[in-house]
Structures are given as structure tokens and as C-alpha cells.
């Protein structure tokens, strides 16, 4: 997957009410010596006056694709007006529509007119809706991206709405604007939208949010400066830090299943800047996570440290991976062998050689790089001991920047066909050895027919024979005869009291069936 087919290839707004359907902003929009509303070649003749109807024409210069450097294009506001202005029964839910090689997502909102105190119309809008304009071919984890950031930002617009009329101000500025560039002569005259993002804060806003999207993936803004806006595209944030590999949700998601007390994280960022990029309102436990976390301390020695659970530590390690602020390893310690990562880029870029210089003064990350063309461990002999503090930050800074990777040593236990043989045996030889624990009844106590009793004159026939299958009997249903012993104890010694006169050898045994 391409990284260009991650960026989307406009942002429409479009609005419904009683004037009926009107785009009345989109971005990124063409300069009107290339405007794609001119889909056909420029007439010989500037005099010639072409003919809508005229298909015949027109469709011999029509392109395949509504895509233009990257951009979109062949489709006029007036019809990107009447795909997007839904009806009602349409708003609240997904909406989605593809065009050849383009792909539309949105969430269009519903809106209620609203009165002000004298009676007057306070807003007419009844619809609007943000449109995400993607090519076709990406992945549809990426739709589902979009159409959660639409749904978003419609909520964001639609509380200030509601709370301030902000969304009826800004179509008022908006349609100003566009009026005021229409109106210029014809040699002044710029894209109708081009006045529109100087003036309009949610033009800029929506500028804001292509150029985010198309750089970092990542979103931090303030709607009409009140509510904020966080979002995060995981497949281009991860991008940026694993350029040869395509990395999905669902893999993020398997990823946080695995995480194990003995694990750690290592963070891809600097820790102080993404406390200040946290909003005021964030969670005291994710601060406090963040400056106790260390790449030498496990999952089990946060938790401690920050006084919080260990769920409680993998569900905030969960939001910061998915952000792509961290990555779990295992905790840096003397016993790791580190080798060069094979996604190492040769050369290595000079900005990383002067970054690393800058971090470490007088070390050469060249040098420091071919130390590791072998697997070594980070354990420095003992006349050089003072330098392991600067040694561990030198393996921290080289795995932050994903220049060395930790080897792993496992162990595969492999069984002869003789030794799988003997193992089922055992197993089938255990669960028989259940199957008769379960099904022999307990000892119960009913008096002088017990089965306790039963056993003693078994044991009392006088042959070894009835002894010795009276112990098999008795240590065979160990398991019960141990729970109900402290109960049946006292019974038993008054029934040894009443034969002691009469049997003696009856007596001895019963003492032996105790004992045992």
C-alpha cells in the first residue's frame, strides 16, 4: 500500500435547507486556469460556445479516472451538491458512495430550524455533512477511519449549533465570501473558495485537517475554540516510524492481547512534550504513567509505582500504542543481545548522524552502529562499569529509532513418536484413575451398616487378602474419606468402645484404619 493512498482527496461541506442543497466549502480546490469543472480540452476558437447535450463530443476527451494529481476532480459543486444534501431518513447513519476510482464517505447530521425570541428564523439548516473523498482501492480499515472522523466532526458542529448558531455563521461567511469573489472582474478574480479560508474559521479548520492528515495522520484542534478534536490514523502514524510495513487496527488489537506482566514500554516520542500535548481534561493515570515509565522497568513494577492495576496499566499502554507514542518491548537489562535491525536503511541518513551526535557528544553513531554487526549483550566489563549508565541510553536512543533490534532465544520441546506414545498412556492411565474417583461414592454414615464398617470386618476375616483390599479400598477414595474423617472420628470411637470388650483384634484394626 502505497503512503499517498491513505491521504484523502478532498473535504466537501455540504448543507441542506430551506434554499435547498449547496456545497459551500471543499478543500483542497484547483486554481481556475486548471479547474476540473472544465473536464474537456480548451476550444480552438475562445469564441466557440460548446453544447451540454452535445454527447457525442464530449465523450471522446471523457478520462477513467476522477482522480488528478492526486486530487479530485470531473465533478462539479451542483453535483456533489445533490450526491451528498441526503434526506432525512438518510442522516444519523453511515453513508458511502463510490464514482469509478473514488470511494465517498460521511456521516451526515440532522438538524432541527430553530426560532429566535422575537420570532425570526434563527437557522434554516436542516442537514449538513462532511464528506471524505478517498480513492477506492484503499483498505477498507481506512473507510471506517474516515467515516469515524466525519461522524466526529459533525458532532462537533452540531453542539455549536446548537449552543451559539456557530455552523449558521459560518455558512453566512462562507457564502459572503464566494459571492464577494464572484462579483470581481474576471482578470482579479481567484477560486471562488480562495477568500473563504481567510475569513472562515471552519474553512480553516477543515484546511487544517487535510494538511494533518496528509502529513502525520494526526488531529489536535479546537472547534469554534471551544471542543476539541483529537484523532489519530493509525495505519499513516505508523507508517512514518515502519515505512516497510503495513500496519493495521486489528493488528494493534492482537498486539495489546499479548501484553504480559514482563513487558515494558519504550517511548517513540519525548516524554515531556506529549505530557503538553495532553488536554486539560485528560486522565491523572496517564500522567502519571508517563512519568514513571521506564524502558528498565516491567508492566508489574509501573504498577506498582504508579499505584494502579496491572489492567489498568495495559489498557493505557493500549491507547498509547494505538497512538503510536510507545512500543512494547522487554525491559532493557545486562543479559540482552541486541544485533543491527534488517530494516537498518544504508546509508544511514545524515540526519540521524547528527541527531545521535547531538545527543551524545564526541560518539559517532557509525561507530557505535558497528558494534552491533554482531550479537553482544549491553553488559560493559568491570574497569569500564561507570560508562553503563551511557551505554543504556545509547541502546535506548538506537531502539527508539528502530537501528537495532533484541535477539530472542527459544526453546522447542520435540517428541519422538516412542515418547508421545508413552505420554498418551499416561494421560489415558490418569483420566481412568479420575474416572474411579469420581464415580465411587463417599463414605456415609448410617450406623452400624456403614461402609466403614464393612471395611473393618473385611479387615477382621483374618486373611491379608481382606486387609489388603480393605487399605486399597480406603486409599482409593482418600480424597473423601479425608473430608468426612473429623466427622465420622467421633462415631467410629464409640463404636471401637462398645466391641473393645468382645473383640480385640477388631479393636487393633479399627485403631489402624485411624491412624492410616
Not at 476558437?45 to 492526486?70: A, F, G, K, Q, W
Not at 551526535?357 to 558494534?371: A, H, I, P, T, Y
Request: proline share 6%; aromatic share 8%; hydrophobic share 35%.
Amino acid at each position: 500500500m502505497g503512503e499517498d493512498i491513505l491521504d484523502p482527496l478532498c473535504i466537501i461541506v455540504v448543507k441542506s435547507g430551506a434554499e435547498g442543497g449547496k456545497l459551500i466549502f471543499k478543500y483542497p480546490f484547483f486554481h481556475p486556469a486548471n479547474d476540473p469543472n472544465e473536464d474537456d480540452l480548451p476550444p480552438p476558437n475562445p469564441y466557440t460556445m460548446r453544447i451540454s447535450e452535445d454527447l457525442l463530443n464530449v465523450r471522446v476527451n471523457v478520462e477513467p479516472t476522477n482522480i488528478r494529481n492526486n486530487q479530485l476532480f470531473g465533478f462539479t459543486d451542483e453535483i456533489l451538491a445533490n450526491m451528498f444534501a441526503v434526506s432525512k431518513q438518510l442522516c444519523g447513519s453511515k453513508f458511502e458512495l463510490k464514482v469509478n476510482d473514488v470511494r465517498f464517505v460521511g456521516h451526515p447530521i440532522s438538524l432541527e430550524p430553530s426560532k429566535d425570541e422575537d420570532g425570526q428564523w434563527k437557522s434554516t439548516i436542516t442537514m449538513f455533512h462532511i464528506v471524505f473523498a478517498l480513492k477506492a482501492v484503499v483498505n477498507y480499515s481506512v473507510v471506517q477511519c474516515y467515516h469515524e472522523l466525519s461522524h466526529r466532526i459533525g458532532l462537533a458542529l452540531k453542539h455549536e449549533e446548537m449552543r451559539v448558531g456557530y455552523l449558521s455563521q459560518q455558512t453566512k461567511c462562507l457564502i459572503a465570501a464566494v459571492d464577494e469573489v464572484s462579483s470581481l472582474p474576471e482578470d482579479q478574480q481567484e477560486h471562488l473558495f480562495s477568500l473563504a479560508v481567510e475569513r472562515s474559521h471552519l474553512a480553516k479548520d477543515v484546511q487544517t485537517i487535510y494538511h494533518s492528515l496528509c502529513s502525520s495522520g494526526e488531529i489536535r484542534l479546537y472547534i469554534n475554540k471551544w471542543i476539541e478534536l483529537s484523532f489519530c490514523l493509525p495505519h499513516k502514524m505508523h507508517k512514518l516510524h515502519f515505512p516497510n510495513s503495513s500496519i493495521e487496527p486489528e493488528s494493534i488489537f492482537e498486539c495489546l492481547e499479548a501484553l504480559r506482566p514482563y513487558h515494558t514500554l519504550l517511548f517513540l516520542v519525548d516524554e515531556n512534550e506529549l505530557l503538553d500535548s495532553l488536554s486539560t481534561d485528560a486522565s491523572p493515570a496517564l500522567r502519571r504513567l508517563i512519568r514513571q515509565s521506564s524502558p528498565l522497568k516491567s508492566f508489574r513494577t509501573l504498577s506498582i509505582d504508579t499505584d494502579l492495576s496491572l489492567m489498568q496499566v495495559f489498557h493505557l499502554t493500549g491507547h498509547l500504542l494505538y497512538w503510536n507514542k510507545v512500543t512494547v518491548i522487554y525491559p532493557i537489562c545486562e543479559s540482552n543481545i541486541y544485533v543491527l535491525s534488517p530494516h537498518l536503511p544504508t546509508p544511514v541518513p545524515k540526519l540521524l548522524q547528527d541527531k545521535f551526535s547531538e545527543k551524545f557528544v564526541g560518539e559517532n553513531l557509525l561507530e557505535r552502529l558497528s558494534s552491533f554487526s554482531l550479537p553482544c549483550r549491553m553488559q560493559v566489563p568491570p574497569p569500564l562499569s561507570l560508562h553503563q549508565t551511557k551505554v543504556t541510553e545509547t541502546i535506548i536512543w538506537l531502539l527508539k529509532h528502530c537501528l537495532i533490534v533484541q535477539l530472542h532465544t527459544y526453546v522447542t520441546l520435540g517428541l519422538t513418536p516412542d515418547m508421545d506414545w508413552n505420554r498418551r498412556m499416561e494421560e489415558e492411565r490418569e483420566e481412568m484413575d479420575n474416572d474411579i474417583l469420581i464415580t465411587f461414592d463417599p463414605v456415609r454414615n448410617t450406623g452400624a451398616g456403614s461402609m466403614a464398617d464393612s471395611y473393618m470386618e473385611q479387615s477382621v476375616g483374618g486373611s491379608d487378602a481382606g486387609s489388603y483390599t480393605s487399605d486399597r479400598l480406603i486409599w482409593s477414595v482418600g480424597g473423601e474419606i479425608r473430608s468426612n474423617e473429623v466427622s465420622n472420628k467421633g462415631k467410629l470411637e464409640d463404636i471401637v468402645e462398645q466391641e473393645k470388650g468382645s473383640d480385640e483384634n477388631k479393636v487393633c484394626t479399627s485403631h489402624q484404619i485411624l491412624e492410616r
